[in-house]
């Protein structure tokens, strides 16, 4: 659709077209004007004839050249049209030029938003990447505390393994003794009811007395309890093994609590004992409530 703009510099080339025209017939007519008689100067001589009439006939006056022509002058060159002077907008050219303002004011803030996206997307990729490597920081630190782990549940495998390899050549090593049996009471208790005091019965109260104070007693537990005891030791008192033989008829949850409450009592009396001291020792563990 052309505009007012358009339509005016139209106008105004047909306008020039048509001075133009104009101006080459000006032109034309005024080479073609008639050229004007031409008068002599001077005064007009009158002659008269005298003789017979056969004397000559007069001869005509011979008329003398005529001048060439001055050539015609210029005619003035067709003075140009003023220029026109510029109008002041319509309301389509306002209307227009306000559309064009609305364009390059859309176009701007659409490079702007694809500014602002990009730079989002990055700052998303530089969170995402953030992310990524504290992610792979947190699983390198969790595959050495596995690993850290497995080595010392190695470790600790190992030693356990040495420990019992140790005990199983201690038992090999110790010869069976008998079974010492403590007088049962109405609970479980120290010492022998006053009816031994020699320094072995003072050594196995001692160790009664021991365990009997790190047992920690389920409530579950029914009065009437009776359980043999083999605990294998080593010089010093420590413990390297225990085990409930029989007869004991306590649940399986007390005869746990009274290994617990052996190992908890380790090392067991030992100093002042030395000369009692045995490598596995039996006795009754009685509970009456």
């Not at 009158?46 to 005619?75: H, W």
């Not at 389509?92 to 803030?109: C, G, H, L, Y």
């Not at 069976?176 to 196995?204: C, I, M, R, W």
Request: with cysteine; hydrophobic share 35%.
């Amino acid at each position: 659709m052309e505009s007012f703009r358009d339509k005016a510099r139209a106008f105004f080339l047909a306008l020039l077209v048509h001075l133009g025209v104009a101006g080459s017939l000006l032109i034309s007519l005024l080479w073609t004007q008639a050229a004007r008689p031409i008068s002599l100067p001077g005064p007009v001589i009158e002659a008269e004839l005298v003789g017979i009439s056969a004397a000559p006939k007069p001869r005509a006056a011979s008329r003398p050249k005529p001048a060439p022509p001055k050539p015609a002058e210029q005619p003035p060159e067709p003075a140009k049209p003023p220029e026109p002077k510029p109008e002041p907008p319509t309301q389509p050219q306002r209307n227009d030029q306000i559309e064009r303002e609305k364009v390059a004011e859309m176009a701007t803030e659409k490079a702007e938003q694809a500014q602002r996206a990009e730079e989002e997307r990055h700052r998303q990729e530089q969170v995402l990447l953030e992310q990524q490597q504290q992610q792979e920081r947190d699983r390198q630190k969790l595959l050495d505390e596995v690993k850290r782990q497995r080595e010392a549940a190695a470790k600790q495998v190992k030693l356990a393994k040495e420990k019992l390899t140790q005990m199983q050549d201690l038992q090999k090593q110790a010869k069976p003794l008998p079974t010492q049996a403590v007088p049962e009471s109405d609970q479980a208790k120290t010492g022998t009811n006053g009816k031994d005091d020699s320094l072995q019965a003072q050594y196995f109260a001692a160790i009664q007395n021991a365990v009997t104070t790190n047992w920690l007693r389920p409530d579950n537990t029914q009065a009437g309890v009776r359980c043999m005891l083999r605990i294998v030791q080593i010089p010093g008192g420590d413990v390297i093994g225990v085990e409930i033989g029989n007869p004991c008829n306590a649940d399986p949850l007390t005869r746990n609590s009274i290994e617990q409450a052996v190992k908890r009592a380790a090392p067991l009396p030992y100093k002042g004992y030395e000369k009692e001291f045995q490598r596995q020792i039996n006795f009754n563990f009685t509970y009456d409530g």
